[in-house]
């Protein structure tokens, strides 16, 4: 199944790059929230939607480009959650710091994971507990690393945060980097970074491939009052505010 959703991912990626690279128009319009949304964005969720359903008939998805009613998922017990294209920001600034995000969710949590950046040609897969790193056709397992001072990796678009400034200056000694969509999971989860902290506001299909890579790899994924991520289907898709650490 792994194998097979990574092919999926790769083939929505595809899609992203032929509209990245100028192959097919772009057509950038404004959701309700004001969030940007894209040829590519629509392209991507399609394959993944089609392929999905060709996959695992029985297993309903909630993608960002399609997300069904509240009467329709709040019994779902195990389904797929897709981003088809996180980080459109980054997409439109055009510094390949955006990804292609599947998860499937069983019983809340994240149960298996695929992040794939295009542009870097970057896999990031989760199953059973392990995780892994494909890149140039290689795929190796990664785990988590402790380092001092710790790396703190914070959001591209989403860091220009008072809370966050705040909790960077009670922190002590660290260094930070900054990146977009969900690789900031995925650098906890290889042991680049050491902690990603997130005040700002994400949603459910944001997180939860990332999530799942990095809880493979070692890492925890908590609110700030302690508790993990908790995918269970709600009338809202928002996250609260939460921390990936290997602490």
């Given amino acids: 199944m792994l194998e097979k959703i990574c092919q999926l991912a790769r083939e929505a990626g595809s899609a992203i790059m032929d509209v990245y690279e100028g192959k097919k128009p772009l057509e950038a319009t404004s959701k309700l929230d004001d969030s940007p949304v894209t040829a590519a964005d629509i392209a991507a969720h399609k394959i993944i939607a089609d392929g999905l359903k060709t996959l695992t008939p029985d297993i309903p998805l909630l993608s960002e480009e399609d997300p069904p009613g509240w009467e329709v998922r709040q019994h779902w017990q195990r389904y797929w959650l897709v981003d088809p294209l996180d980080g459109t920001k980054e997409f439109l600034k055009r510094n390949g710091e955006f990804t292609v995000n599947i998860a499937l969710i069983e019983n809340g949590k994240p149960v298996l994971g695929v992040v794939y950046a295009p542009v ?8 059973d507990g392990k995780a892994w790193k494909e890149e140039c056709g290689v795929r190796n397992p990664i785990h988590i690393r402790d380092a001092r001072p710790p790396l703190v990796v914070i ?41 990603y902290p997130r005040f700002g506001p994400t949603n459910i299909w944001d997180t939860a491939a990332g999530h799942a890579v990095a809880v493979a790899a070692g890492a925890h994924v908590h609110d700030w009052q302690g508790k993990t991520l908790d995918y269970t289907p709600r009338e809202s898709f928002l996250n609260p505010a939460f921390r990936v650490t290997i602490y």
Avoid: D
Wanted: charged share 15%; aromatic share 6%; with cysteine.
């Fill in 120 to 127: 870097l040609n970057v896999m990031y897969s989760a199953a």
């Fill in 155 to 195: 959001s591209r678009s989403h860091g220009n945060n008072e809370e966050l400034k705040e909790y960077l200056q009670q922190l002590g000694e660290h260094q930070t980097t900054s990146i977009g969509s969900s690789l900031k999971f995925c650098l906890v989860a290889e042991g680049q970074a050491q902690l």
